[in-house]
């Protein structure tokens, strides 16, 4: 019993030497990026270097008291920290200051502190709290319902910060949802609305309709299992398109193709509604109404990239995407930093050599941009080490979270493991080109306080759960 209840001696240490060797790998990557000849000292204070060693320290005070808390506390006061990290947010639209555009940070003295990077965890506690609810059913309406205004409160006053990366961190909660039960074509869903932006924005919304129209009929067949069937429907849209084509002709309306195509798309669905009706296949109605939906969010692409969205943010897209090039523009950040993480080669120029890094040639390298300054000083091993570690660090978690006996334990886990893996493979996604400019950090190893403390907070408050797996918990 008395080792049942002994922190120390069920903490995972594991995880914990990897957490340290991660922040310790950090630290020496900060002092390598912004390396100051006439200030050569790593524990020089007025550098940012200096300042890491403190925020650093502080960290591991923070993660001592964290594992000394009862774990019953964090359950007990999972609403509260999610409500005060809420009200926070509000402030800091009234209060804070605006720092590259996005008023996201209340600056007291020297130090700023983003209330978005601790929102993550407090809503990851919420989540748990309420999935681990007495006779919870994901499935329920209500139950979605209260999962939707637990994730959208934060997201929408985080958009208004005009911090769009921090907001999208929460997408990743769906794959927490997921592994509690949640259908596994919300996942296709997404897949889908993601391939189908895509294609509309490389190529032309004529080619993401036909690609629905495909993806349709496919189901249709899937649900009827008649090739005939599907042949039909098939048949309907090809002849729908032919009519709507000689009434242009004929009547000399002079539509595009797009606009031909969406009448067409409208009378089959007429036809095959009638069709459904008369031989009473309702479930068919779920190709319908997904037919439908897909048709119409394609024809929003074009309205919500060039009306919503920022004019840096559309450039950044386009920049991934090949659709153009800027690189003295808004593709500079990430062809500085692939020139950087390239000219490592494989071995790498060497600690305190990178050349991109003393000229300034990457902007933010300290912070969102680190991972070039470790590509460069230490090339494809010094990469793949890291890379390695983080995956090594997530495959450890994805055990521990397996492990637990509580519902709460478990959600807040793979909670840990979702938001990791996000930062991870955008911040990295990011430096090589691979995803958009959204201004996220690599946890552990970018620069400033508020992330390292919000993603200390976020895995130890997890491990010390786990280090009580095997006493109760009161919800």
Not at 263 to 289: A, D, E, M, P
């Amino acid at each position: 019993m008395a080792r049942r209840n002994n922190i120390w001696a069920n903490l995972d240490w594991l995880t914990a030497f990897m957490y340290l060797l991660l922040i310790i790998l950090g630290w020496v990557n900060i002092y390598a990026a912004v390396y100051n000849e006439e200030h050569s000292s790593i524990l020089d204070m007025s550098q940012r270097y200096g300042k890491q060693l403190l925020w650093i320290i502080a960290a591991l005070v923070l993660a001592f008291v964290l594992l000394i808390l009862d774990s019953n506390f964090y359950v007990s006061f999972a609403y509260v920290f999610y409500v005060f990290t809420f009200f926070l947010l509000v402030g800091v639209l009234l209060f804070g200051v605006e720092v590259n555009g996005a008023k996201s940070w209340f600056q007291i003295g020297s130090v700023g502190i983003q209330p978005a990077e601790f929102t993550k965890f407090t809503t990851a506690l919420a989540l748990a709290k309420y999935l681990s609810s007495y006779n919870f059913k994901i499935h329920r309406f209500k139950s979605l319902l209260v999962i939707g205004i637990i994730l959208g409160m934060p997201v929408m006053f985080i958009f208004l910060q005009n911090d769009t990366g921090s907001a999208l961190v929460f997408t990743v909660f769906v794959l927490v949802f997921y592994r509690e039960g949640l259908t596994g074509m919300v996942l296709f869903t997404g897949f889908l609305l993601a391939v189908i932006f895509i294609v509309t924005l490389v190529y032309t919304p004529v080619m993401a309709i036909v690609l629905v129209a495909l993806i349709s009929l496919i189901a249709h067949y899937f649900m009827r299992q008649q090739i005939i069937e599907t042949m039909k429907a098939l048949a309907v849209f090809v002849l729908s398109f032919s009519l709507v084509l000689l009434g242009n002709f004929l009547l000399k309306y002079e539509r595009t193709v797009v606009e031909l195509i969406l009448y067409s798309s409208l009378f089959s669905v007429f036809v095959f509604v009638i069709y459904t009706i008369r031989n009473r296949i309702y479930k068919q109605f779920w190709v319908v109404g997904a037919f439908l939906f897909l048709v119409m969010f394609t024809f929003s692409v074009d309205y919500v990239f060039n009306n919503v969205l920022g004019r840096y943010q559309q450039a950044r897209i386009n920049e991934v995407l090949g659709i153009e090039s800027n690189p003295l523009g808004y593709g500079y950040h990430v062809n500085q930093s692939k020139i950087a993480i390239g000219s490592g080669g494989f071995s790498g120029k060497g600690f305190l050599n990178g050349t991109q890094t003393k000229f300034d040639f990457v902007p933010e390298q300290s912070t969102d941009f680190i991972f070039c300054t470790v590509g460069e000083e230490w090339g494809f091993i010094g990469t793949t080490t890291v890379i390695l570690l983080f995956l090594a660090l997530l495959l450890r978690l994805i055990l521990l979270a397996e492990r637990q006996r509580s519902v709460f334990s478990r959600v807040y886990g793979y909670s840990v493991i979702c938001i990791l893996f996000f930062h991870v493979a955008v911040n990295i996604g990011m430096t090589i080109g691979l995803a958009p400019v959204i201004g996220i950090p690599l946890p552990f190893f970018s620069y400033g306080g508020s992330s390292l403390w919000s993603f200390t907070i976020l895995l130890f408050i997890f491990l010390r759960l786990d280090a009580s797996r095997a006493e109760k918990l009161s919800y």
